[in-house]
Nanobody, 123 residues
Framework: QVQLVESGGGLVQAGGSLRLSCAAS????????YGWFRQAPGKEREFVTA????????ESADSVKGRFTISRDNAKNTVYLQMNSLKPEDTAVYYC????????????????WGQGTQVTVSS
């Protein structure tokens, strides 16, 4: 089992920044890719960004490219999501995700989920 604990959500004005953290514990050696998904009220959970743990290769949804950056700290088993130039449409619950495969663009590719953290962007 792998446990994921997110932190760092909150309320921010449009144009502002937030940084989310996701601390992983347990059988982390089994995880190839970490990522972030989000889910707004009444909408499906959607892919935001992901990073391959060993190689550091990243990919992101078009909607966040140039604004959001995913990074990792190997020593702390922690993944970060730096969110800049936030927009009201970024408002959602953000979930940390971990998967054994090298791709993590779809929810079905996720083996573990965090509990979620709310991000609210006011206009």
């Amino acid at each position: 089992q792998v446990q994921l604990v997110e932190s760092g959500g909150g309320l921010v004005q449009a144009g502002g920044s937030l940084r989310l953290s996701c601390a992983a514990s347990g059988r982390t050696w089994s995880i190839a890719t970490y990522g972030w998904f989000r889910q707004a009220p009444g909408k499906e959970r959607e892919f935001v960004t992901a990073i391959r743990w060993s190689a550091g290769i990243t990919e992101s949804a078009d909607s966040v490219k140039g604004r959001f950056t995913i990074s990792r700290d190997n020593a702390k088993n922690t993944v970060y999501l730096q969110m800049n130039s936030l927009k009201p449409e970024d408002t959602a619950v953000y979930y940390c995700a971990a998967g054994r495969s090298r791709t993590l663009r779809h929810a079905y590719e996720t083996d573990y989920w965090g509990q979620g953290t709310q991000v609210t962007v006011s206009s």
